[in-house]
């Protein structure tokens, strides 16, 4: 997959989290996911097409990451991952990937966005399918990791 | 969400298990779902995109049936979800959603696939977020249940 891919990706979640739930988010360097696993709560999923290429991405939290991210954002902290807060995943899957795909889009890469599908269950995996590696772009704050994944074809 | 949608799914499934694992799936009625909830431990996910439309669907399986399935299409059983499940399941949620492409372009509605993804953890659940109404489609085996849920905006 071409690097430049992956920055406004990257990019897109820590200006989304900053932005919508004053939320720092630490980057840790990309990689190729290979044997590593990148285990979370709650996952938001969305499939990508573009005229040359087509993909998935996905954003996966730990519940308490993704309960401080609710506080900040609505002003509520439910006692566990309920549908507020998948709604809340499913709209920052939305903002990050559409923020991504303004990016691209100025680089000659275009693609149109399918609907988020939310996953919740503790200590869930994704794999994504593609042809293509799968790149893994983890990220430390105060209170858990995320974790994007994509694989384009 | 129109109902000529839901069929060319639900017979896409049976006749992709049936064809491919000799396994015979019985479909519960459709319904919309609201405060049901479908739960299994592995799930294939895909985006759709088409003109007028998108979209995102999921197959979700109980472990004893997807690992029955796996041992009648590949003659292995693995002791529990591993990535060669997870590719059986990646390979099936691209033919199921394959079929009822095909189907429904026969009828003049058309869309592209993205990738799909795999979702393993005990016990998980999937929320599509889209404008539209949820549709789940249950189904029953000798070895566990099965479920797809189809949202189109």
């Known amino acids: 997959m071409r690097a430049e891919f992956i920055n406004p990706f990257l990019a897109s979640l820590i200006n989304v989290l900053n932005t919508m739930a004053s939320m720092p988010m630490t980057p840790q360097k990309p990689r190729l996911k290979k044997d590593e696993i990148a285990r979370g709560d709650v996952s938001g999923l969305i499939g990508m097409i573009g005229p040359k290429t087509k993909g998935s991405m996905s954003i996966t939290f730990e519940q308490d990451l ?16 309920n549908e507020d807060v998948t709604d809340m995943v499913g709209e920052i899957t939305n903002m990050v990937t559409g923020g991504a795909k303004r990016a691209l889009a100025e680089n000659g890469y275009d693609f149109d966005m399918a609907t988020p599908a939310v996953v919740s269950g503790k200590g869930h995996t994704i794999t994504h399918k593609c042809d293509n590696a799968i790149i893994l772009m983890p990220f430390d704050s105060d209170y858990g990791k995320a974790y994007i994944e994509i694989c384009f074809d």
Chains 1, 2 share one sequence.
């Open 66 to 81: 993704a309960l401080e991210i609710m506080q900040r954002m609505l002003g509520e902290r439910p006692a566990g991952i």
